[in-house]
């Protein structure tokens, strides 16, 4: 039995025991997983602050100033007029007022059996508050057998589409209500009931509840539902239970309970606070009031208000509500797909039979990297997913996966390469280079050092004027320095595309594609790679201008062509490199970007063999010193710019086949528009012909430029 077909059947059980435990392990485990997403928001950290919703708290200086809670009704009142009076958009309150006031002098005179005529009723005066501002009022909802009997009235319509009766929506036994007065008189009402998880952190909050037969709204989506004019609302479902709520221009994606997954913008604090002590002594601009949602509650620590978040193990119940409350208004929604548990499955699937497969071309000692690297891969695939898409899958399993995956194929690695050890070792003991070196251990044999002609992409690269940064430097070990953070991450990228580093000449680099190894498409590589370094010197430069005060610029050229490939040297110091024409006319054309004003040149027998669509251009027909015929050459471009550029590229096009054609008349006057409007020295190099030619006409005209120097 083969080693792959080994790793496969292994894989297959071990698939097969995760998917298992997945199904049927115990809860506990999910707490896990909900850690691991946690993690996720530390890492991705704060957002914004909201500019539309404003928390009015009744902290700590507040209850110093007016005493301890509850408050006297018409303290209350007095807040909301106030906040009314500074055109509030709509407020909410994360408060129930269940129980007469104790305060209030009606209250106090009637169970003395006094006159109460002439005194003032607390709980009237906030109800007289509460009917002529847009106040919305909070309830919370029991599980408990409580006022069974009563019920919260709504103006709004739950549509229910696609629930089966055993919805798993959230379904109370009880409701503590507002006093009847106070509740008759509300704009509107809605739940603030959060739901912890078993550990008492808040993930979720519930958005809807079912209650005596009829869908409640929470005190969130009450606010949100009267900010949008409407009145109706959908809840979409299915069997399992709650998929999403539609209103006005709002879909909100809930858990089957009817619950929003909060996606946290920070820890406490985050949103704008505001002392309930500072709105009752108008000290307060009315301008960060106006028009704002506006949450009254608590964060005061006597009042038992505090929760606990993944940014924050105490943050102000209230703040949850806003937190909550601006993910509906601003769009960024979590949400677990209807459908997970075949998501979560194929993704413990795929991750064991793909790391299966790379592991199986991977050599040993670069499992270990490999496993890090796909691990550091499934967090950036899952931060992408939660707060990019806004997708919640499950995190803990895939990394199981990974990590028994990579325990099982370790272990099956040992066992079946044991007996290839000793000749792995008399491999090691040559002198040769590295890309030699992976392939003998691969093979286990020598038989890649032989002399043998091969077609290569050879690849030269330069940095440009380096002798005039190497003043500008002037320590020999900064200029080092900046060779080696230069040179790395080059070399990294030739590597990462199958290539082979050659020699460093200087601040020249020399590679090669198709050998010591057979690579597919190795002309693709090879330009692909080019264009990658130049991406990437382009973000190296940024932190080269902090630390060294100088940007670099390259040239690149790649020619395809026959060379000699093998071990080369004298006895006892040799290496394993290419020789021939080709090698040298690669070389030479690396040179003329600057004549050009080019970054990136390829021959035409590297651009037949290209696979992939470029956006080129092509420079001239050229013939080098030394060489009797001509090579026509092509300007890589990145992609981006030839998109930009398209209108560019089709006049060059034109006036270029007008110049071979000899119509230097029309070529000269193409290129003037061309050089007026971009300034390229392409453009210029090509005015500069025309008008010699056109000077000396007597001149014979020749469509190839013959280099002089190489």
Known sequence: MSKFLIKSSAALILALLLSWAYLFIPQTFFSL?????????????????????????????????????????????????????????????????????????????????????????????????????PTVGGYVFTFEENNKDKAPMIPAVFLEKGLQDNSSMLQPKGVVLNLDILQKNLYSSGFFNNTPDTGGMIRRVPLIMRYNDMVYPSLILEMVRIYSGVSKLEVYGDEVGVEKIKFGNFTVPTDHAGRLIVNFRGPGRHFKYISAADILNGNFDAKEIAGKFVL?????????????????????????????????????????????????????????????????????????????????ALFEIFFYLLFDLGIVLNLLFPLIASVATLILLVSIDYIIVSRQREAVKRIFAKKVSKSVMDDLIKHGNDEILKIRDENVAVFFSDIRGFTGISETIGSSQKLIALLNRYMTPM???????????????????????????????????????????????????????????????????????????????????????????????????????????????????????????????????????????????????????????????HTYKTALEAYRQGKIKEADVLFQALEKEYGYKLYRLYLQRCKEYLEHPQKPFDAIHTMLVK
Not at 72 to 82: F, G
Not at 303 to 318: E, H, K, M, Y
Not at 524 to 540: C, G, M, N, P, R
Request: charge should be negative.
């Open 33 to 133: 997983n909900n850690n691991l997403r946690d993690f996720l928001f530390n890492i991705r950290g704060e957002l914004p602050q909201s500019n539309k919703i404003v928390i009015v708290d009744i902290d700590e200086a507040a209850l110093k100033q007016f005493g301890q809670w509850p408050w006297p009704r018409s303290l209350v009142a007095d807040m909301i007029n106030k906040l009314s009076d500074a055109d509030v958009g709509i407020i909410g309150l994360d408060i129930v007022f269940a129980e007469p006031d104790q305060t209030s002098p009606h209250r106090i005179a009637s169970k003395i059996k006094g006159n109460t005529a002439e005194l003032d009723n607390y709980d009237l005066i906030l109800a007289e508050t509460l009917a002529s501002t």
């Open 296 to 376: 009254v509650g608590t964060s005061a620590v006597g009042l038992f208000d505090l929760r606990s978040i993944p940014f924050d193990s105490t943050i102000a119940g209230v703040e949850v509500h806003a937190n909550a409350l601006d993910n509906i208004l601003k769009g960024d929604l979590l949400h677990e797909p209807s459908n997970a548990i075949v998501y979560d499955l194929l993704i413990i699937w795929s991750t064991v039979f793909i790391l299966v497969f790379l592991f199986s071309y991977v050599h040993s000692w670069l499992l270990l990297p490999v496993a890090i690297a796909v691990v550091f």
């Open 491 to 649: 070399v990294n990228e030739i590597a990462d595309r199958e290539g082979t580093v050659d020699k460093f000449i200087g601040d020249a680099i020399m590679a090669y594609w198709n050998a010591p190894n057979q690579v597919k498409n190795y002309a693709d590589k090879a330009v692909t790679s080019a264009l990658e370094q130049i991406k990437i010197l382009k973000q190296l430069n940024v932190q080269l201008d902090k630390e060294f005060g100088v940007t670099l610029n390259i040239g690149i050229s790649i020619h395809t062509g026959l060379v000699t490939v093998g071990e080369m040297g004298s006895v006892g110091r040799s290496d394993y490199t290419i020789i021939g024409d080709n090698v040298n006319l690669a070389s030479r054309l690396e040179g003329l970007n600057k004549l050009y004003g080019s970054t990136i040149i390829i021959s035409e027998d590297t651009k037949k063999l290209l696979h992939k669509e470029y956006t080129l251009r092509s420079l001239d027909l050229v013939r080098v010193k030394g060489k009797k015929e001509a090579v026509e050459i092509f300007e890589v471009m990145p992609s981006d710019e030839g998109k930009k550029c398209s209108d560019e590229l």
